[in-house]
């Protein structure tokens, strides 16, 4: 079992930055990848990016591309969401997940975090 702790999430005004943090304890060994998703009121769950533990091949959805930046402290089992420029339709609870593979689908993770709420204000 891999356990997945969010925490950052917060009200930002547009334009604003945040840092979302996600620790992971368990059997991280058996995840080569982490992810970072988010889900909005009536929306499906929407892939946001996602790194592999190497650090090797981070990959965005389109949506945050070249606002939001994934990292990863191997040392402290933590993944990061730099998200930057934020937009009102950001809004939403933000998820980290890890799977064996780094895909931007939902159902391939394995293991999920509780959430961390971000939300933009204008």
């Known amino acids: 079992q891999v356990q997945l702790v969010e925490s950052g999430g917060g009200l930002v005004q547009a334009g604003g930055s945040l840092r979302l943090s996600c620790i992971a304890s368990?059997?991280?060994?058996?995840?080569?990848?982490m992810a970072w998703f988010r889900q909005a009121p009536g929306k499906e769950r929407e892939y946001v990016g996602s790194?592999?533990?190497?650090?090797?091949?981070?990959i965005y959805a389109d949506s945050v591309k070249g606002r939001f930046a994934i990292s990863r402290d191997s040392a402290k089992n933590t993944v990061y969401l730099q998200m930057s420029s934020l937009k009102l339709e950001d809004t939403a609870v933000y998820y980290c997940?890890?799977?064996?593979?780094?895909?931007?689908?939902?159902?391939?993770?394995?293991?999920w975090g509780q959430g961390t709420q971000v939300t933009v204000s204008s």
């Open positions: 368990g059997r991280t060994f058996s995840s080569r990848a």
């Open positions: 997940a890890a799977g064996k593979y780094e895909t931007s689908s939902y159902a391939e993770y394995e293991y």
């Open positions: 790194i592999k533990w190497s650090g090797v091949g981070t």
